[in-house]
């Protein structure tokens, strides 16, 4: 009867690994890790660079951050109103620089 001791205890212990997984999943230590921030959106730039806008806070203090990323550095650009729409209409770099140089 000793031999199967070892076994029942293996199959005990196989068995509660879901349970505890169950339980786990519903427990209030989950929601320790989702206040934090979330990637809203992301664009690729260069080697090693990236525009990231970013959500953070809850309810009446959330916020959108768009960040410029590199391998050393974050850099706040600005802060945007939560939900905002990106803008639709991409710059025309000719008509900025006319602009910019008085032409």
Same mark, same amino acid.
């Given at each position: ?30 929601? #320790?890790?989702?206040?934090? %921030?979330?990637?809203?959106? &992301? ?6 660079? *990236? !525009? =990231? ?23 706040? #650009?600005?802060?945007?109103? %939560?939900?905002?729409?990106? &803008? ?6 000719? *008509? !900025? =620089? ?6």
């Amino acid at each position: 009867m000793s031999s199967w001791l070892p076994l029942f205890w293996f199959l005990a212990v196989l068995a509660l690994i879901p349970l505890v997984l169950w339980l786990l999943k519903r427990s209030p230590l989950q929601a #320790l890790g989702q206040g934090g %921030p979330r990637v809203v959106a &992301s664009a690729h730039l260069g080697p090693g660079q *990236r !525009l =990231l806008t970013v959500e953070v806070g809850e309810g009446e203090t959330r916020r959108w951050l768009l960040l410029g990323a590199t391998a050393h550095h974050i850099e706040l #650009l600005t802060e945007l109103p %939560p939900g905002a729409p990106p &803008s639709q209409e991409a710059p025309n770099f000719a *008509r !900025l =620089l006319r602009r910019q140089g008085g032409a």
